[in-house]
């Protein structure tokens, strides 16, 4: 079935440094991806999704691009804020409409 | 305002007790689902159902019961045969748009066993 590795954290950065969290896929098929966001104590939020090859999902300035040819969907940031300390979560559609998740990566940005 | 509600958000029960938590959704989805959140962990789907009167075992369903009477609500009920209940209950619904799903989470409810 579907599965997805993304990188282990935490991950600690300074304000305004830029970010990546490295998210890649195993599927059959063409699932669409997307990145959810889960703030302390709280369900998870949609921050991005693409559907197809080569699209790019972008939000509150983070972006990630559906690249096919290297099963890769990594989440990028230029410049992250206080407020963006998180968890973040990759996903890939499942063959039921459900969504197989990565273990998620916690992110912690110091003023 | 649409959306998913989960309650109670925090809830205490002893072992060997069986409890269900609640999940209702008014946005009109045809698909919900049960994740299961551990410390350090992705969810885990433990059922979803795709129709009213319908539903399918996910990847960690032992333990666990649904039912499905109506669109806007799903319970999901944790029995005492469940080894390890203490975790975050997450749900979700969902709805097919361009031949994609996409979900929408609930609050979460955390779920304490002694």
């Known amino acids: 079935g579907n599965s997805v590795t993304q990188m282990e954290g935490p991950v600690t950065l300074s304000e305004e440094a830029f970010l990546t969290i490295n998210c890649t896929y195993t599927?059959?098929?063409?699932?669409?991806l997307f990145w959810y966001v889960q703030y302390p104590g709280e369900g998870l939020q949609l921050l991005l999704k693409?559907?197809?090859?080569?699209d790019k999902g972008s939000n509150k300035g983070f972006e990630a691009t559906y690249r096919k040819e290297t099963t890769s969907f990594h989440l990028e940031k230029g410049s992250v804020q206080v407020s963006d300390s998180a968890v973040y979560f990759c996903?890939?559609?499942?063959?039921?409409?459900?969504?197989?998740f990565g273990k998620g990566t916690k992110l912690s940005v110091k003023p | 305002d649409g959306g998913i509600t989960q309650s109670p958000k925090y809830l205490f029960r002893k072992e060997g007790q069986n409890v269900t938590l609640s999940c209702e959704q008014n946005?009109?989805?045809?698909?919900m689902y049960w994740y299961r959140q551990d410390p350090g962990q992705g969810l885990r789907l433990i059922y979803y159902?795709?129709?009213?009167?319908?539903?399918q075992k996910g990847d960690i369903a032992e333990g666990y019961s649904v039912s499905r009477e109506k669109k806007e609500s799903f319970p999901l009920t944790v029995t005492s045969a469940q080894k390890n209940p203490t975790a975050f209950y997450l749900c979700?619904?969902?709805?097919?748009?361009?031949?994609?799903?996409?979900?929408?989470f609930g609050p979460g409810t955390r779920l304490t066993v002694t």
């Open positions: 693409a559907t197809k090859a080569d």
């Open positions: 599927a059959t098929g063409y699932p669409s």
């Open positions: 159902s795709q129709i009213v009167n319908d539903f």
């Open positions: 979700a619904s969902s709805i097919e748009a361009g031949g994609h799903y996409e979900q929408y």
């Open positions: 946005l009109n989805h045809d698909a």
């Open positions: 996903a890939v559609g499942g063959s039921q409409g459900n969504l197989i």
